[in-house]
């Protein structure tokens, strides 16, 4: 399985097109987007087309940029899944969510975000492989050292620590676009304005 995974596209339809583009070059099976997808909810337009246009598969997750009346648009408007607090499987491949984060439009408690993790991926657990989808980072981590200004969090690294998937998916830290480390055992990944292609 192939999935291009990217976040933070922040209302730049240029930048959806391009993605779609990667998509469709490598054949991926699968597009997950990890949240900002707006900016403060502002520039929906033409954010999912360039995906839907070539009958590719997008879940996604919303971030601290998008609200929850945002996202459920986007998801009934184009038919595709929010993953916050939701699970899919595709062959053998388990993913679960989280949006949102510890700052901004709609902030949410560590602890909510841990359950939330917990209760989604319940719905997976015998899934092969386990993908978690979050846009906040988790705290500790060497791409929260990249920034500041931004807390990544505790809820998150948690369900890490608990739950063990495979693979965790964020962006948020802009500067951290691509930077991969392990947790444990889990392989985390900030996927970047210009996405990742993660082969299964």
């Known amino acids: 399985m192939k999935i291009l995974a990217a976040g933070d596209i922040h209302g730049d ?43 590719q598969k997008v879940i996604f997750v919303p971030g601290n940029h998008d609200s929850a009346p945002t996202a459920d648009f986007l998801a009934e408007a184009y038919q595709i ?30 602890d909510e975000i841990f359950d939330i993790l917990k209760k989604s991926k319940n719905y997976i657990k ?22 500041n200004l931004i807390p990544g969090s505790k809820g ?8 063990k998937p495979d693979i965790l998916l964020c962006s948020h830290v802009h500067e951290a676009e691509g930077v991969e480390e392990k947790i444990g055992n889990t392989k985390v990944i900030n996927v970047g304005r210009e996405g990742k292609i993660i082969q299964l």
């Open 13 to 55: 339809s240029r930048l959806a097109e391009r993605l779609a583009k990667k998509a469709k070059k490598n054949k991926v099976d699968l597009v997950v987007l990890c949240g900002d997808l707006t900016q403060f909810d502002s520039s929906t337009a033409n954010i999912i087309g360039p995906f839907k246009k070539r009958n």
């Open 81 to 110: 899944r929010n993953l916050h607090s939701y699970s899919v499987k595709y062959k053998d491949v388990g993913l679960f969510g989280c949006g949102f984060a510890n700052i901004g439009l709609s902030q949410i408690p560590e």
């Open 126 to 147: 015998d899934a092969k492989k386990k993908i978690m989808v979050t846009h906040v980072h988790p705290d500790g981590s060497l791409m929260g050292k990249l920034s």
């Open 156 to 163: 998150v690294k948690k369900a890490i620590d608990k739950l």
